[in-house]
């Protein structure tokens, strides 16, 4: 145990002794967090859309209210009035404006005759999320419309309720739970990975083979100071993260202590898997070239950005073996719903099993010779 120790305490003494090291590890996945964060999943503000009324009627002045309305309430989109059809399109084709609605002549005369009046909108298909957006925001506003002055005493229509079981989360509280996750990778990576490959290109790992520490010693010690120091990096990006997207609820007890359990589990698991792919190699410019290739197909595909659901067959079976998928789901129900420990075992649980079996495959392919 003692020389275990003397392994892990002088990892943890390099380790401090290398603030860019630390800074590295940490600082990147807290500035995806805040850039990312606030640059998707942000609702459509101010977008221009150009309205042509080619009817004049009461009808369409009607639409032109509803526009001012938006424009002055939720501001989604500011209208820009057109005289010319061509030209709106023009615009919308040229990016001046976002989307166009075009009201057709005799559209008033066809809404008082209920014969099948129709506007027209032009958008830019090529942005999915905004020519949705304005889809969605025209489709209620034409709704709106044709609701009847009068309401009918027994309604015939059956209504839809919305029941949220929580407030509102911005995409940035949603982010937290990967960036939380990407950030112990980043340690695990530089902090384990890297170092233990560059550690044994300068001939440090030959000093261990002249000393009596045995193989499972040298091995447990390496994986314990790896964790340690991505248990580090995850306290210290939970709670800077938790502050700057706003998430109180890592100030209950029960959600930080099953916070650090997550976090002790999740570094176990991601340090055993980064030192079995690590073992046998010996050139330093691997784990380099390995750092993008891991990234993408270890934090993509675990929900961290997008539901899994939404995945191709294939993906989905990466993403049920991808460790990733445990910690960001274990995150997400502690930080975001306030579930407690019940809603994370089956995470907690493949996380330790993962760690063992990782562990128990690299041990005996640890090579205690040069």
Known sequence: MNRMLAIVEREMRKFFRSPALMMASMIFPLVQLIVLGNAFGGKIRDAKLGLVDQDGGTQALKIKEAFDSVR???????????????????????GKIQGAVVIPPQYSRRVYEENHPRIALIVDNSDNFMSSTLEQELTALTDSLNQPTIEPRV????ALEIVELYPYIEYMKYLLP?????????????????????????????????TPITKTELVFGLNVAGAIKAVL????????????????????????????VMILLTSLAFNTMMFLLMVRIEDPLVPRAMFGILNTLLFFPSGAIYPVQAFPFWLRAIA???????????????LLKETGLVAIWPDMLY????????????????KRTL
Request: proline fraction near 3%; include cysteine.
């Open 233 to 260: 990096t995850g306290v210290v990006i939970c709670v800077i993260g938790s502050l700057l997207a706003g998430v109180s609820t890592l100030f209950n007890p029960f959600t930080a202590f099953g916070l650090l």
């Open 178 to 210: 990967g960036s939380i996750t990407l950030a112990m990778f980043v340690s695990v990576m530089i902090g384990g990975g890297m170092l233990y490959i560059d550690d044994k290109a300068r001939g440090v790992h030959e000093g261990y083979l002249v």
């Open 320 to 334: 049920k073996a991808d460790p990733f998928t445990y910690a960001v789901h274990g995150f997400k129900s502690l």
């Open 351 to 366: 996380l330790s099993i993962f760690a063992v079996i990782t562990l128990s495959i690299a041990t005996p392919l640890f």
């Open 155 to 158: 309604l015939q229509k059956t």
């Open 72 to 94: 002055a309430n939720i501001r989604t989109f500011e209208p820009v009035y057109y005289n010319d059809d061509k030209k709106a399109m023009e615009d919308v084709r040229n």
